[in-house]
């Protein structure tokens, strides 16, 4: 399961039933996510998972994904949340129109 938005996209579950797994299964379902998200112009994936969490941890950095930082009692209980994300192509001008303070320039 995805979630898009203008510039960056979610992914909230990935799981693959045990007896199938290590068979490429979820290599190939985030490969066609990668894929149509970078379609759809989203500029990076992120998702969180249980830091103790070794397996997944293994898959997602074998799919290019980099760990950022990791969130303290995420799930309620003494389990810190890891986040990774994936960069999908490099940062667009903003269309930002403020200015620094005459002062500052
Ligand atoms: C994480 C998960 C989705 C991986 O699914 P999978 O179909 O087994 O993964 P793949 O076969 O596509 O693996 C691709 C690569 O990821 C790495 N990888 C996957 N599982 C791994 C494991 N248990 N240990 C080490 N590396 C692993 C390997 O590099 C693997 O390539 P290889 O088999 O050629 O060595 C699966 O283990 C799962 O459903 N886990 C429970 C749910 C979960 O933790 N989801 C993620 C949190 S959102």
Do not use: C, K
């Not at 510039?7 to 379902?29: C, D, F, N, Y």
């Not at 830091?51 to 930082?69: D, M, W």
């Not at 940062?91 to 002062?103: E, F, I």
């Amino acid at each position: 399961m995805m979630e898009f938005g203008d510039e960056r996209a979610h992914l909230v579950l990935m799981a693959v039933r045990p007896a199938h797994r290590r068979r490429g299964v979820a290599r190939r379902l985030l490969d066609w996510l990668l894929e149509s998200a970078t379609t759809a112009g989203i500029e990076s994936l992120h998702l969180e998972l249980r830091a103790g969490n070794q397996a997944a941890r293994r898959f997602y950095r074998a799919l290019g994904f980099g760990e950022t930082i990791l969130v303290p009692r995420y799930y309620g209980g003494t389990e810190s949340a890891l986040r990774m994300v994936r960069v999908l192509r490099p940062p667009l001008p903003a269309d930002v129109h403020w200015q620094p303070p005459a002062h500052w320039r």
